[in-house]
């Protein structure tokens, strides 16, 4: 069964302070991975994915993440946070094969507050 | 994602009684999924469903819990006789379909309160 693990539970971070979450998944196949992140009272938005060619991926609002096949890992970074990047943020797989049907396995979130 | 709508947004019901939520999919998505959220613990998929048809239930409660996508009209998620426990948001996203790009696209939520 596909898991996905992230390591922090609350992160607080000042702001211009780099930032990396980190986020581990368990599947043995073909896999496609993302960011999403939930602003306070909001729904969840995208922030970046990874399917296949390059492993750094750069999203929106200056966040990149490096998919490490290797280490099963697709870590979050950002280099400066902002005091708006104060939000959840969720990693999830969506595997194929082995009898996946294509819906994705979140992690349990990362809390990330930015003090001004 | 303004283009996935669920509602109503807020549900109050009281134990025992029964929750239907409603999901709109985004134009030209033919696939619905139903996530829940309770408070430190993530999303947790429940359903998967296309028009008509479940595809993964994997992750619903045995009982009082379904869930349908009819052929015409929104996707619905029915809880019969609720309990405290089922107090959480409940997320439904929607994709074009399947093994396309994995990317789901999520409405704002809707957050059940059961007294």
């Known amino acids: 069964a596909q898991s996905v693990s992230q390591h922090n539970h609350h992160v607080i971070l000042s702001e211009a302070a780099s930032l990396e979450l980190g986020c581990n998944y368990s599947y043995g196949g073909t896999v496609n991975l993302f960011w999403y992140v939930q602003y306070p009272g909001q729904h969840l938005q995208l922030l970046l994915k990874y399917f296949s060619g390059d492993p750094l991926v750069k999203g929106i609002k200056g966040f990149e993440a490096e998919f490490i096949k290797s280490k099963f890992s697709f870590n979050l970074r950002k280099p400066s946070v902002q005091w708006s990047d104060t939000a959840e943020y969720f990693c999830a797989v969506n595997g194929y094969g082995g009898g996946s049907q294509g819906n994705l396995i979140f992690g349990k979130g990362t809390k990330l507050s930015v003090k001004p | ?115």
């Open chain 2, 1 to 115: 994602n303004a283009g996935v709508m669920q509602n109503p947004r807020h549900l109050v019901r009281r134990r025992g009684q029964e929750a239907r939520l409603r999901c709109s999919p985004m134009k030209g998505h033919s696939h619905v999924y139903w996530y829940r959220q309770l408070p430190e613990e993530g999303l947790k998929f429940m359903v998967y469903l296309q028009k008509e048809n479940i595809i993964d239930e994997s992750g619903m409660p045995k009982e009082r819990f379904s869930a349908e996508f009819p052929k015409e009209g929104p996707s619905i998620l029915r809880i019969q006789q609720v309990v405290r426990g089922d107090s959480a948001a409940y997320f439904c996203a929607s994709s074009p379909r399947v093994g396309l790009t994995g990317e789901l696209f999520f409405g704002e939520g809707s957050r059940l309160t059961v007294l």
